[in-house]
């Protein structure tokens, strides 16, 4: 079946700009993650979504990184006022459900290709 | 929130198996470990996991102490294909099951 996918695939964009990046999960994953990855380093959490609300939001890196989801499906990433800091890779996951609270059970989390943003 | 080691590089022949290691010495009862690779320029793939037991999937064999404080991932027979750098993750909090990657430990196959 199909994964996770991600669009587009690179984007390069001036410094200050807006950027928007997309991620369709798995179809009937109700868990949304975003991750980024710097250049030479690991991954990095940005945000959790479960169906269209984001209980964790702690990894945004700054106000100007925002993130939302419609009909528990799609799932856009909007970075404004792009910085050269904000270069990386930006991946997308999705997990069937995610851990229940106090439990041990667990969902395994599937990755799109990413997409490289490149701010000049 | 566990913490883990790992060697930042290793080398297999071909055919041969691969034994990569990991320490988790603080990892809590009900904490998973988690093992995924990332080919070059690729998105993270899942590999296996386990709580205590060992497991064993098409992929590859994951073996895990009695004391639960290491692990050690097992590809049985490495092939080019397998060069990637190896992520092993202690599951997180309670509420999110987001995932902390380290530096992981880059495997080179070599013919």
């Known amino acids: 079946g199909a994964g996770v996918s991600q669009s587009p695939s690179n984007k390069v964009t001036e410094k200050g700009k807006d950027v928007e990046l997309r991620c369709d999960p798995i179809?009937?994953?109700?868990?949304l993650y975003w991750y980024r990855q710097s250049l030479g380093q690991g991954l990095e959490f940005l945000i959790y979504?479960?169906?269209?609300?984001?209980?964790?939001k702690s990894g945004l890196p700054s106000d100007r990184f925002s993130a939302e989801r419609t009909g528990g499906s799609v799932s856009t990433l909007t970075i404004q006022r792009t910085q050269q800091e904000d270069s990386a890779v930006y991946l997308c996951?999705?997990?069937?459900?995610?851990?229940?609270?106090?439990?041990?059970?667990?969902?395994?989390?599937?990755f799109g290709p990413g997409t490289r943003l490149t701010v000049l | 929130d566990a913490k883990t080691t790992q060697p930042t590089s290793m080398d297999c022949a071909e055919g041969r198996a691969a034994n990569l290691p990991c320490n988790h010495s603080?990892?809590?009862?009900?904490?998973?470990v988690y093992w995924y690779r990332q080919i070059h320029s690729q998105g993270p793939q899942y590999i296996i996991h386990?709580?205590?037991n060992n497991e064993t999937n098409e992929m590859a064999s994951l073996i895990i102490t009695e004391d639960r404080k290491s692990s050690t991932l097992i590809l049985p027979h490495a092939t080019l294909r397998d060069t990637a750098v190896y992520y092993c993750?202690?599951?997180?909090?309670?509420?999110?099951?987001?995932?902390?990657f380290g530096t992981g430990t880059r495997l080179q196959v070599f013919p």
């Open positions: 996951a999705s997990s069937l459900v995610p851990r229940t609270s106090g439990g041990a059970s667990t969902d395994t989390q599937y």
């Open positions: 179809s009937g994953h109700t868990a």
């Open positions: 979504f479960q169906g269209n609300s984001a209980p964790d």
């Open positions: 603080t990892i809590s009862g009900n904490e998973y």
């Open positions: 386990g709580l205590k």
């Open positions: 993750i202690v599951s997180q909090s309670y509420n999110t099951d987001k995932l902390i």
